[in-house]
């Protein structure tokens, strides 16, 4: 136990122990069973449970949710003791399902029904704690569910509640609850040792006995007093049952401990879920080792007298509110309870509900502020609906009950959205044309085939379409079926098909009707405008993050015996600038040139010479932002052979009009301008150095543009295409900006 959390966690400690209590005694009476085996499973609960436990923030006992399993139980074998057995029995089983593993279940619980489950308690804790608030409760139970032991439900006790109220009780609960809430901004809140929750107890304890003396109006009844029978010490086993172990071969008696075992596991898992999201510091319960100590907590519940042992959301909920720091806050309650029902309960007793409930209620505010709702709201109806959905079936049924509702009203949506958006699909186009390309999920189920085959039906003939398989690790026999039968439908209607990605239990035969990769037939079809198009598109992709899927294998193998590459870029060697992945191109799309400031030398206008006779049909001369080559010109740096570089760069830096060592290379709008103007320098000294080329362009056979690659914005921006009747103007370049 560490010394520096024990100021938060023994003033929690105490708190959960005030408010386990009376929730103790009220759900050994709602069970049937003996008053102390309520008491005797909060003991194992903050002790054995506490000790076993990972969680820092669950607190165990006995659980309203369990109360009705308990007392049908009792009925079925008939006695308390044999159900002793039971419980024993059901906690190894629960002790097996640790070790087997079995605490996964929790990870498939929704955040949205964890979140309704925690404010559902929020508002049950608010409503059920009405009736102690104004002094008046028919139902001495305290269980959470909406129908009652005593034949009345929530609403109904509030209403009858209402007809019988207890002034004393009512200005206890008021000043209570007007302490909790501003608590913060009083000079006692600096005293770690002594909580809000504590000084209001005795604060209730103290306005009852001046009521009692002094105004004997407003006392509050023994009957809305904390009440702890008391414990004759030497005569124990009038207190506490043994199981009756010749019962343990009787099937009625299995039955019983799977149904303990099978609900008490579900409820801990759900509880420690939820309170894990209520820690600040957001530490996670190994769900297994809280099913190990659940159990072994179980088999002592068992083999004292114990009422059965979940995690109870209710005291956890307290706990996590009070500031707890570690689980010796759940352990501490277990002792207080133990201290409490030997030596205190006569102080105990005077312990008004009216200022349990002031507790209760404000930490029920806190599981469901409106807060909550808002935020709920605006996450969609996908997220909203089954939040509502759990809290209502939680207020309305019970706890287990209403968290079902809940999962199914989750998995309703989860199957919606499965059923209306099972795979995406997007157009784009390339040198080979309009490509649709459909990408299946990672999960294509039977719920899939409708949608899967309305779309493929209604693609227009002649289209290039693209089933991409990659990311999907099982697909649905029914949905394999309509894929082999579009085949059929594409052979008729001119649509080339491929399918891809594949696994190898659901190839098809001869999936691959068409490559991305460009074929002599196409490139040759092309013309320069077209080429600037698909880079355009390509670098629109690239800008909004939607890349093409390469498949560079099939690319290798359709390129293998000769390449028709559809463009020439001259690029900068900045490593920031690749112009293949700037343009979303694939394998054999483009020719590229790399040399710093894209410069323009013979041996370049030699490869832009050779690019032709490979069929390109475009050069594109591409400089970029923050050029280091052009900053080092601004510099006039010349040592060694940069000079060869900066030198040519240097003619755009006079035509800028800041020459020389004169230029600010950090600013940033310079370097643009002297960047673009070295772009359309390198246009004009591949047009004036090279004939072949100026006929081909006067020719209309290739065409020359600039570009300006912004790095920042992802954004390639072209300029004109250079006209046949303007090759003279770029033979003789006049000082000017390029645009």
Known sequence: MNMHTLKYDLPAGMVVFLVALPLCLGIALASGAPLFSGIISGIIGGIVVGMISGSHTSVSGPAAGLAAVVLASIGKLGAFDILLVAISIAGVLQVAMGCLRAGFIANYVPSNVIKGLLAAIGILLILKQIPHAIGYDANNADELSFWQANGENTLSAIANAFAVITPGAVLITLVSMLILVNWDKTPLARLKLFPAPLFVVALGIGMNLLFARYFPALSVEPMHLVDIPPLDVGNLGAYVQLPDLAHFGNHDVWLVAFTIAVVASLETLLNVEAVDKLDPHKRETPPNRELVAQGIGNICAGLLGGLPVTSVIVRSSVNVQSGNRTKASAVLHGVLLLVAVV??????????????????????????????????????????????????????????????????????????????????????????????????????????????????WEIPNGANVLIDASNADY?????????????????????????????????????????????????????????????????????????????????????????????????????????????????????????????????????????????????????????????????????????????????????????????????????????????????????????????????????????????????????ELVKPDAIDDYRVPVPSVAA
Request: aromatic share 6%; with cysteine; net charge neutral.
């Open 343 to 456: 030596a205190l309960s006569p102080l105990l007793n005077q312990i008004p509900l009216a200022a349990l409930a002031a507790i209760l209620i404000v930490t029920g505010y806190k599981l469901a502020k409106v807060s909550l709702f808002r935020d709920m709201y605006r996450k969609g109806w996908s997220q909203f609906l089954p939040f509502a959905i759990t809290i209502a079936a939680i207020v309305f049924t019970d706890l287990l009950t209403g968290v079902l509702v809940g999962l199914f009203a989750s998995l309703f949506y989860l199957m919606r959205s499965h059923f209306r958006n099972p795979y995406s699909i997007e157009q784009y186009r390339m040198h080979i044309g309009d490509v649709i390309k459909m990408e299946l999920p990672n999960q294509v189920s039977f719920l899939n085939k409708a949608t899967i085959k309305s779309t493929l």
């Open 475 to 719: 697909i649905d026999n029914d949905v394999l079926e309509i894929i082999h039968d579009f085949r059929v439908v594409a052979a008729e209607r001119g649509i080339r098909l491929n399918v891809v990605g594949l696994r190898e239990q659901y190839q098809l035969s001869d999936p691959i009707q068409f490559v991305p990769a460009l074929d002599k037939e196409t490139r040759d079809r092309l013309h320069p405008q077209d080429v600037l198009h698909l880079l355009r598109d390509g670098n629109e992709r690239f800008r909004a993050g939607r890349f093409t899927k390469k498949y560079y294998l099939d690319q290798v193998d359709a390129t293998a015996s000769g390449q028709h590459p559809m463009a020439v870029v001259v690029n900068c060697i900045d490593s920031r600038t690749s112009p293949e992945i700037i343009f979303d191109a694939g394998l054999g799309d483009l020719l590229t040139i790399r040399i710093a400031g894209n410069v323009i030398n013979r041996d370049i206008i030699g490869s832009l010479e050779i690019a032709h006779k490979l069929g390109a049909k475009l050069i594109v001369v591409k400089g970029h932002s923050r050029c280091g080559a052009v900053g080092l010109a601004l510099k006039d740096e010349q040592a060694h052979s940069v000079g060869a570089i900066t030198g040519k760069i240097q003619k755009a830096v006079r035509q800028c009009n800041c020459g020389a060592s004169h230029g600010d290379a950090g600013d940033a709008a310079l370097l643009e301008q002297v960047t673009r103007q070295n772009i359309e320098n390198s246009l004009a000294d591949i047009v004036a150095g090279s004939e072949f080329l100026r006929g081909c362009i006067a020719r209309g056979e290739m065409g020359l543009v600039g570009a300006y690659h912004d790095i920042a914005e992802r954004t390639v921006h072209f300029g």
